[in-house]
């Protein structure tokens, strides 16, 4: 594998790039303190942003994220304990929905990548009755000691489809990108990246894709950070409370966590490099009216 180029690579002739439109996937409250260190434990309301990117010059596309479903009953009682009181949600239109609103039938989709096991990223997989799943391959065990096989898993097996569900290993993440030393040329035309970004979960990945044929970029963040501060402000740290008596930290490896973000920081210093993380509520705010499918995310000029 080579090493990290700080730079990204420069299109090609008549280089593919990827459309890429927000989806609606519900609403999460999340404690300020848990996120950033040293503020106070004050609800923001979040949305669970997931996405729906078309390759420009075929027909191929893929989900981004799943969000929240809306039978939070079918969520393992250990997660429905944990999040009803320290994270509330609500979902007015999840994915599936918001895909039918936007003309797309979910039966139709051909891939949904999921960037990590959490359940407000893993929605409901049920009327994406075609589609291939991808997940981070570190993700594989904790989807086999899910829920209901494990009582105490918070996590749910049924997030994915056994049979139709591809794991991405340490074999697949053999290209490297800008900062980022682990990546999958995902369609093999330099249009979209998977990026190995293991320190908020087990098997955590995120998307660095075109949106231009001449140099424009989008990072789909997922929960690389939960607060957009922690990447344009090197000052900015990860949160840490504890919760019961129990130190608490929204990432299970914060040294990992903290490396990916540095990556992430440096990548969105480069020219035309936007990015968008998925309980990014001021892009929310400014950009409900026309960056959900059907409307386009626009990239910089």
Request: charged fraction near 20%.
């Given at each position: ?189 330099g249009s979209v990246y998977i990026v190995h970004t293991p320190g908020h979960c087990a098997g955590h990945i995120t998307v660095l894709a075109r949106t231009s044929a001449d140099g424009a ?85």
């Amino acid at each position: 594998m080579s090493e990290t180029n700080p730079s990204l690579p420069e299109p090609s002739a008549n280089q593919p790039y990827m459309h890429i439109s927000a989806l609606q996937a519900g609403i999460i409250n999340i404690p300020v303190d848990l996120i950033i260190q040293g503020e106070h434990r004050i609800h923001r309301r979040c949305p669970s942003l997931s996405f729906y990117l078309k390759h420009s010059n075929s027909d191929r596309h893929f989900i981004f994220d799943l969000g929240l479903r809306k039978d939070f009953e079918s969520y393992p009682p250990e997660a429905k304990k944990h999040y009803r009181t320290l994270m509330p949600c609500e979902v007015p239109q999840d994915v599936a929905e918001s895909c039918v609103k936007g003309g797309i039938d979910p039966a139709d989709v051909e891939r949904v990548v999921i960037s990590h096991l959490h359940f407000d990223h893993i929605g409901d997989c049920a009327p994406f009755t075609k589609a291939e799943f991808i997940l981070g391959g570190e993700g594989k065990p904790t989807l086999e000691d899910g829920y209901p096989g494990n009582p105490h898993s918070y996590f749910l097996t049924a997030a994915a489809p056994a049979d139709r569900t591809t794991f991405l290993t340490a074999e697949d993440f053999t290209t490297s990108i800008g900062p980022f030393p682990h990546a999958v040329d995902y369609f093999g035309d330099g249009s979209v990246y998977i990026v190995h970004t293991p320190g908020h979960c087990a098997g955590h990945i995120t998307v660095l894709a075109r949106t231009s044929a001449d140099g424009a970029w989008m990072y789909l963040g997922g929960d690389v950070a939960h607060d957009t501060r922690l990447i344009t402000d090197p000052e900015t740290r990860i949160g840490m409370a504890a919760e019961s008596g129990t130190p608490y930290c929204m990432h299970r490896d914060p040294i990992q966590a903290t490396i990916d973000i540095g990556r992430v920081r440096a990548l969105v210093k480069l020219p035309r490099v936007e990015f968008i993380i998925a309980h990014d509520w001021k892009w929310y705010e400014e950009n409900q009216e026309h960056a959900f499918l059907p409307g386009k995310i626009v990239p910089k000029v």
